[in-house]
């Protein structure tokens, strides 16, 4: 009879670990994201043109951005009174996940929309969320910029509540070479299918 009530113990504490940290190691907060496999028609398919600010309030051009062979860039819904859960756990496991990005010659840059410069602040908000998932060091590996005003959201014709979640690659000529338009705040692509995508681009 021990020896049963000791096998369930162990087995309920592996349930536990599994449940809070997920079978890979990393924090399981039981969000599902897609398995993308195509990229969407776009509006636009030269980004160098985009404009984002930076938390101390510079300009910050795409083209400054690009140091690697292409660029992923996450454009999450921004301010809408909180950060979207959805956002917090995309960014977060991107920062897990930032050292896959090199060997596809690749780095990312995540957008933070606000509808005014006085939200801008609320990038630290984002921040917070990203560190409270458990990353390595607490120390967020890629670039958060603001879209301030929501012009680049409005270029991209991506506006709704703020922005609808979208992730593209770009190339080091500023040309899209895969897009991802999510249709509601969870619809988004996994980081696998964008590693997948990056191989391709690389192959």
Do not use: H
């Not at 043109?49 to 083209?63: C, I, Q, R, S, Y």
């Not at 956002?87 to 957008?111: D, G, H, M």
């Not at 040309?175 to 991802?180: D, E, G, K, L, N």
Request: net charge negative.
């Amino acid at each position: 009879m021990t020896t049963v009530r000791s096998g369930f113990s162990l087995f309920l504490v592996i349930c536990i670990v599994i449940g809070i940290v997920g079978c890979n190691g990393m924090p399981d907060d039981g969000i599902q994201f897609m398995q993308v496999t195509e990229s969407q028609p776009i509006t636009i398919d030269d980004f160098s043109d985009l404009v984002f600010t930076d938390p101390d309030g510079n300009e910050v051009k795409l083209a400054d951005l690009m140091t690697e062979e292409y660029l992923v860039l996450v454009i999450t819904r921004g301010w809408y009174g909180g950060v979207c859960f959805y956002c917090a756990s995309q960014t977060s496991r991107w920062a897990r996940r930032f050292e896959e990005l090199e060997p596809y010659n690749a780095q990312l840059a995540v957008i933070f929309p606000t509808e005014s410069a006085e939200e801008a602040v609320k990038i630290d908000e984002l921040e917070k969320r990203i560190i409270k998932g458990k990353i390595p060091n607490e120390d967020i590996p890629y670039p958060i910029l603001l879209d301030i005003n929501l012009s680049s959201v409005d270029q991209l014709g991506i506006r709704s509540d703020l922005a609808k979640p979208a992730t593209y690659i770009i190339d080091r000529e500023g040309r899209v070479r895969f897009a991802y338009v999510g249709e509601s705040i969870a619809d988004r692509p996994t980081v696998d299918s964008i590693l997948k995508q990056l191989s391709k681009l690389g192959g």
